[in-house]
């Protein structure tokens, strides 16, 4: 019999509405960054925008939140 793989935790809404925010202050801090010419600050700014992002749409669905 194989082992049972235990389900992830729950993520609560609070999470989900932290994700978004911080992906949305990313995005605006990125575009600043950009129009600046921080090529590295922006890039790393991009990524956290998109980690948000993903957190969201991957946590959304099993929440019955809109994804975006």
Not at 16 to 21: F, K, N, P, Q, S
């Amino acid at each position: 019999m194989a082992p049972e793989i235990p389900s992830p935790p729950a993520i609560s809404p609070e999470a989900l509405e932290v994700a978004r925010y911080a992906a949305s202050l990313a995005a605006q801090l990125e575009a600043m960054a950009v129009a600046a010419h921080l090529d590295h600050l922006a890039y790393f700014l991009g990524l956290a925008k998109a980690e948000g992002e993903l957190f969201v749409r991957s946590n959304a669905q099993a929440d019955g939140s809109k994804g975006d």
